[in-house]
T-cell receptor, first 114, second 108 residues
Framework: EPEVTQTPSHQVTQMGQEVILRCVPI?????FYWYRQILGQKVEFLVS????????KSEIFDDQFSVERPDGSNFTLKIRSTKLEDSAMYFC????????????FGPGTRLTVL | EDQVTQSPEALRLQEGESSSLNCSYT??????LFWYRQDPGKGPEFLFT???AGEEKEKERLKATLTKKESFLHITAPKPEDSATYLC?????????FGTGTSLTVIP
């Protein structure tokens, strides 16, 4: 069964450093999403991406965040200058056009900012 | 303000003891309501999508229902492997809003 994959599974970085989180969505999916989940808190929407551009973003997705689909398979989330409060699980999700809006989530990347 | 609230926060059941989880929502323009299961350290796993009041979906021991203001996830005769956090999310056509989840523990 096709699945969303994410790398790395765990990323440790120093405050102020840039990180790139990578996702490979399900191959025929057209919509892509990033979410984060701070430990013990709810899953929070960051951004949605369709047709090579951002379609929606939340208040959390400020100028330090960016997303890119550099090729036909990868979808990345870049955090330019990490802060302690960016420590969280980051989930990528994808869905296909006309799939009843069902999103399929990846296993997540745990980001720890020291 | 769009909001999704789940209750209870935590639920402990004996194996075979049926119960229900609640998800209430106040959003403008509901496009769909989703139930996910999340195991510790993993991504949410899709269970059901509901689109309109009165709709019901079933899968094994789980049954989801939807009204205009809330959804229920009914668990019939649960087993220990049903232990997980169950998340509810609503889709407004722009964003997905998640609840904080119900942590279910089923004791053998």
């Amino acid at each position: 069964e096709p699945e969303v994959t994410q790398t790395p599974s765990h990323q440790v970085t120093q405050m102020g450093q840039e990180v790139i989180l990578r996702c490979v969505p399900i191959s025929n999916h057209l919509y892509f999403y990033w979410y984060r989940q701070i430990l013990g808190q709810k899953v929070e929407f960051l951004v949605s991406f369709y047709n090579n551009e951002i379609s929606e973003k939340s208040e959390i997705f400020d100028d330090q965040f960016s997303v890119e689909r550099p090729d036909g398979s990868n979808f990345t989330l870049k955090i330019r200058s990490t802060k302690l409060e960016d420590s969280a699980m980051y989930f990528c999700a994808s869905r296909s056009l006309g799939a009843g809006d069902t999103q399929y989530f990846g296993p997540g990347t745990r980001l720890t900012v020291l | 303000e769009d909001q999704v609230t789940q209750s209870p926060e935590a639920l402990r059941l004996q194996e075979g003891e049926s119960s229900s989880l609640n998800c209430s929502y106040t959003v403008s323009g509901l496009r769909g309501l989703f139930w996910y299961r999340q195991d510790p350290g993993k991504g949410p796993e899709f269970l059901f999508t509901l689109y309109s009041a009165g709709e019901e979906k079933e899968k094994e021991r789980l049954k989801a229902t939807l009204t205009k203001k809330e959804s229920f996830l009914h668990i019939t005769a649960p087993k220990p492997e049903d232990s997980a956090t169950y998340l509810c999310a609503v889709y407004t056509g722009n964003q997905f809003y998640f609840g904080t989840g119900t942590s279910l523990t089923v004791i053998p």
